[in-house]
């Protein structure tokens, strides 16, 4: 099993930029891909942003290309969502999520592990 613990969330204003981290731990031999998803109230969870293994291949949403950034230190087992020009629309819970598979890919199906999320609230 792999445990995901994601932090850095919280309150900013539109325009403001915030850091999530999400941390792996256990068998984390065991999985590849990783990516964030978010659920805001009342809507489904949808993609965010995925890296392979290597760091060398990302794909993001729409709605958020050029403004998120996601990243990887493999030594640290931990992968970041760097978020910038934040907008009230990106108020969410941010999901960080852990694949067995090396593909990346964009759907939850994809993903065999999930954290508890983090609260990001962006006020106008």
């Known amino acids: 099993q792999v445990q995901l613990i994601e932090s850095g969330g919280g309150l900013a204003q539109a325009g403001g930029s915030l850091r999530l981290s999400c941390t792996a731990s256990?068998?984390?031999?065991?999985?590849?891909?990783m990516g964030w998803f978010r659920q805001a109230p009342g809507k489904e969870r949808d993609f965010v942003a995925v890296i392979s293994l290597n760091g060398r291949l990302t794909n993001y949403a729409d709605s958020v290309k050029g403004r998120f950034t996601i990243s990887r230190d493999n030594a640290k087992n931990t992968v970041y969502l760097e978020m910038n020009s934040l907008t009230p629309e990106d108020t969410a819970a941010y999901y960080c999520a852990a694949s067995r598979n090396y593909a990346v890919r964009t759907t939850q199906g994809a993903f065999d592990y999930w954290g508890q999320g983090t609260q990001v609230s962006v006020s106008s």
């Open positions: 256990g068998r984390t031999f065991s999985y590849a891909t």
